[in-house]
């Protein structure tokens, strides 16, 4: 069955640095991948959709890649500010339907 | 603001009992999807509407049924139900299918007691 993987342990990084999430699937070659940012008790909000002919999509501070063959994506944010501090979720296409990752939570300190 | 409403925003029961949740998706969204997220599943998809019709289906229980109104307002209702039901359910919509933007709406935090 799919399989999606981010890591489940937070993310502490310093204000300014990059932060990288990782996303790594299994078992399913999606035709489009999205990332999402959870804040607590609060809905899901809509990042950015990478498709399987992308290798890289760009919005302002954040950078997806999209490897088919290493079967991951790496979700980047430039010059991270405390205000990125959240969880962030990947999403993988599978026959019409969004299967989400458990997510990662990121901490940014000043 | 996502623009898609859900009511009520917080919801307690006991079991055994029956629930309906209420979703109104953003203006001009066909779409409509149900995710439940619990602390130890994540978000797990339940259901998609699309214009009234059922368009895809996730693991969603037999107590549990949908459906999507000529207004596009879809409800969600649970049966039976248990302590494993409580949980956060998200509403989601967007102008067609899976692949263009989810617009979450707030959510509706259910406990059954």
């Known amino acids: 069955s799919q399989k999606i993987e981010q890591n489940s342990e937070a993310l502490n990084i310093q204000e300014g640095k990059t932060a990288t999430l990782t996303c790594n699937y299994t078992n399913y070659s999606p035709a489009y991948l999205q990332w999402y940012r959870q804040d607590p008790g609060r809905g899901p909000v809509f990042l950015l959709l990478?498709?399987?002919?992308?290798k890289e999509k760009r919005k302002e501070r954040l950078k997806v890649t999209f490897d088919t063959t290493l079967k991951q994506s790496l979700f980047h944010i430039t010059a991270s500010q405390p205000a990125d501090s959240a969880t962030y979720l990947c999403a993988l296409e599978r026959t019409d339907k969004l299967i989400f990752g458990t997510g990662t939570r990121l901490q940014v300190f000043p | 603001d996502s623009g898609v409403t859900q009511t009520p925003k917080h919801l307690i029961t006991a079991t055994g009992q029956r629930v309906t949740l209420r979703c109104s998706p953003r203006s001009g969204d066909l779409s409509v999807y149900w995710y439940q997220q619990s602390l130890d599943q994540g978000l797990q998809f339940l259901i998609q509407?699309?214009?009234?019709?059922?368009?895809a289906k996730g693991n969603i229980l037999e107590r549990f049924s949908a459906q999507q109104f000529p207004d596009l307002h879809s409800e969600l209702n649970l049966s039976s139900l248990e302590l494993g039901d409580s949980a956060l359910y998200f509403c989601a919509s967007s102008v067609a299918s899976s692949d263009d933007t989810q617009y979450f709406g707030p959510g509706t935090r259910l406990t059954v007691l």
């Open positions: 509407y699309y214009n009234g019709e059922e368009r």
């Open positions: 990478i498709r399987e002919n992308e």
